[in-house]
């Protein structure tokens, strides 16, 4: 019980910490988007001015549509890295988890065994 009690413990540790990751990553994210936002409206602005007409916004965002999908496929990779992380590390969590088990009854077993011959 003491033992069980202990990895509960460690996993409440543990999920406070892939919390605190969790968002780290979000607010990585967010100031990613808003810094790369920030740049393509100063990149508009200095190249067609602060008072330009829709046509001049629609012509200069077709003219730079490349920097466009080039944000958004850093923001997807992003997010994408952020999930893969999260999947190997429940991954690696139960395993470990796994592993615990077996050798919590394994020594279980082994003491039961012992005992018996004793």
Excluded: P
């Excluded at 509960?8 to 543990?14: G, I, L, P, R, S």
């Excluded at 850093?74 to 590390?89: D, F, G, L, P």
């Amino acid at each position: 019980s003491a033992s069980k009690a202990m990895a509960q413990a460690k996993n409440k540790e543990v999920a406070a910490f892939e919390l605190k990751v969790a968002q780290k990553q979000s607010e990585y994210l967010d100031r990613l988007r808003t810094v790369q936002d920030s740049i393509a409206t100063a990149q508009q602005v200095a190249a067609i001015g602060q008072d330009a007409a829709w046509w001049d916004k629609l012509i200069y965002n077709v003219e730079n549509l490349g920097n466009t999908i080039n944000n958004y496929a850093q923001r997807a990779v992003v997010a994408t890295e952020t999930k893969v992380s999260e999947w190997i590390n429940d991954v690696i969590r139960f395993v470990g988890e796994l592993i615990f088990q077996m050798s919590y009854y394994g020594i279980l077993v082994a003491q039961r065994i012992f005992m018996a011959i004793m």
